[in-house]
């Protein structure tokens, strides 16, 4: 087994299901809009045209509002601490 040969082989779903995941919730209707989440951790916010907190495209799974995020993201637990409303659930 080439092991080097074997993780370029590896696609980037496979690779996501190695790390693990959490799950990142965001509560629309309690988000002031502030844009903290986005500057803590760009990665994984972004505000929508409404000035709403969002998950960004690439780690959103059904609504903008949730999502999947590689453990390894370690700004998502510090947007979820500064978030002024508690608006970001992540576990
Ligand atoms: S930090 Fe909280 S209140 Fe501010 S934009 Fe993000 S989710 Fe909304």
Not at 23 to 51: H, M, R, W, Y
């Amino acid at each position: 087994m080439n092991l080097e040969k074997d993780l370029i082989r590896i696609g980037v779903h496979e690779l996501i299901e190695l790390i693990g995941m959490k799950d990142v919730k965001i509560d629309q209707e309690t988000c002031i809009g502030c844009g903290a989440c986005e500057s803590i951790c760009p990665e994984v916010f972004v505000l929508n045209a409404q000035a709403e907190s969002t998950v960004v495209e690439e780690y959103r799974t059904e609504d903008e509002d949730e999502g999947e995020v590689p453990d390894d993201i370690d700004c998502v637990e510090d947007a979820e601490d500064g978030c002024p409303v508690d608006a970001i659930s992540v576990s």
